[in-house]
Structures are given as structure tokens and as C-alpha cells.
């Protein structure tokens, strides 16, 4: 069964804090995509980035990047430079590439709170 | 990108009553398209995969009966919460998947939030 575990709930920093967001997952599919989501306040899910099994180039955009390591199954998000706007619930999720169901499986997310 | 919107974004109703809640596409055409609902301070639960022209498909737990989904059209699918209790209350979130889209990334809606009093 297809499981992604974000171990840390919430997270507190202070503005241009580095912070990084951890995402383990749990498949036994061989092509599978991971996401990361933004929810903020609104309630309204933002994508940020998805990446499937077989690119496991890291990523950088703009102060987001991410790092994508199959070893370890995990898809960790770093923001730099932390900012107030940046609040928001993550969310990291898997999907299944094969059987046509494409479900997402989303983790329990981790609550980033940047304090000015 | 893609656009899904959903409507209404807030609902307040009595219990037992009905409430139907729409998801549309509004710049492409998607044979699926998933609702999902979200507890407070939780993580984003699937419900169901709506698939046009056919019958949705439910996840373990949710009741068919209670959460009646209908996928009519390539660009509207809606969940209608019948004789709805409190405990119903939640934010109910869909998607649509753009099958012209390269890595089955799904566009979500807004949400709409659903208080049963």
C-alpha cells in the first residue's frame, strides 16, 4: 500500500530562516509521481512541484528547492530565505503512475509558521 | 494553467437536509475527477473518483448512499450530502485530471466548506 509519512507537524521559524520539509514515502510501484502541495489559510491547494520515479534531479525554483533521493524514499522541500508569506500547510503526496486509478495520497502535511 | 472552480465555496445548512456541491473544469475537459474532504487541521481524505458517463468509484468507508456523486458532463461533476448531520461537516475538496496533461497532475478546486448545524 502506497503511504507518505511528514513527520514533522509543525514547524516555527523566524523570517529568512532556512527551513526544510521532510517527506518519506512508502510504494511498491516502480513509476510513481510525488508532489508537494501549499494550503494556505484560504483552504485553497497550491501545487508547487512534481516530480516522477525516474528524475531524480533536484530542483530549484526561485527560493524553493527540492531533493528527491529514491535510496531513501524521501522528497524533502527546503524554502530559503523564509518569509511571513510562506505560512502555510504542506502537504507532500504520491500517485501511482500504473493501473489508471491515479489516486493521490496525501501526507498528514506539516504546519510552517514564519514569524517576522 | 488548468482551472477548476467549485461552488458554493461556504454552506451552512440544517440536519437533514440536502446539499450539493459542483466542480467544474472551466478550461479543459476531464474524465476524472476526485473529491476529496479535509477535517480540520487534517490531511486531505479521498472519497471517491468520478468518471464520466459511468459510476463513480468510492473509496473504503464512504458511504455511497450518503455521498451521491454524479460525473454528467466532461466539465461538471457534483457530491451531494444527503440528509447531512454534523458530523458531516468538513471541506470538501475536488480535483479533475487534464487527461491531455503529461504527468497526471490533478487541478484542484477552492474547496467548499460544509457546516451542518
Known amino acids: 500500500a502506497q503511504k507518505v509519512t511528514q513527520a514533522q507537524t509543525e514547524i516555527s521559524v523566524v523570517e529568512k530562516e532556512d527551513v526544510t520539509l521532510d517527506c518519506v514515502y512508502e510504494?511498491?510501484?516502480?513509476?510513481?509521481?510525488l508532489f508537494w502541495y501549499k494550503q494556505p489559510p484560504s483552504g485553497e491547494l497550491v501545487f508547487l512541484i512534481r516530480?516522477?520515479?525516474?528524475?531524480?534531479q533536484n530542483e530549484i525554483s526561485g527560493r524553493y528547492s527540492w531533493n528527491f533521493q529514491k535510496s531513501t524514499s524521501s522528497f524533502n522541500f527546503t524554502i530559503t530565505a523564509s518569509q511571513v508569506v510562506d505560512s502555510a500547510v504542506y502537504f507532500c503526496?504520491?500517485?501511482?503512475?500504473?493501473?489508471?486509478?491515479?489516486?493521490?495520497?496525501f501526507g498528514k502535511g506539516t504546519k510552517l509558521t514564519v514569524n517576522p | 494553467g488548468a482551472v477548476v472552480s467549485q461552488h458554493p465555496s461556504r454552506v451552512i445548512c440544517k440536519s437533514g437536509t440536502s446539499v450539493k456541491i459542483e466542480c467544474r473544469s472551466l478550461?479543459?475537459?476531464?474524465?476524472?475527477m476526485f473529491w476529496y474532504r479535509q477535517f480540520p487541521k487534517q490531511s486531505l481524505m479521498l472519497m471517491a473518483t468520478?468518471?464520466?458517463?459511468?459510476?463513480?468509484?468510492?473509496e473504503q468507508g464512504v458511504e455511497k448512499d450518503k455521498f451521491l456523486i454524479n460525473h454528467a458532463s466532461l466539465t461538471l461533476s457534483t457530491l451531494t450530502v444527503t440528509s447531512a448531520h454534523p458530523e458531516d461537516s468538513s471541506f470538501y475538496i475536488c480535483?479533475?485530471?487534464?487527461?491531455?496533461?503529461?504527468?497526471?497532475?490533478?487541478?484542484f478546486g477552492p474547496g467548499t466548506r460544509l457546516t451542518v448545524l
Open positions: 510504494t511498491r510501484d516502480t513509476t510513481y509521481y
Open positions: 516530480r516522477n520515479s525516474f528524475d531524480e
Open positions: 503526496a504520491l500517485s501511482e503512475a500504473q493501473g489508471g486509478s491515479e489516486k493521490l495520497v
Open positions: 480535483s479533475a485530471r487534464d487527461p491531455n496533461g503529461v504527468y497526471n497532475e490533478q487541478f
Open positions: 468520478s468518471n464520466e458517463g459511468s459510476k463513480a468509484t468510492y
Open positions: 478550461d479543459f475537459q476531464a474524465t476524472t
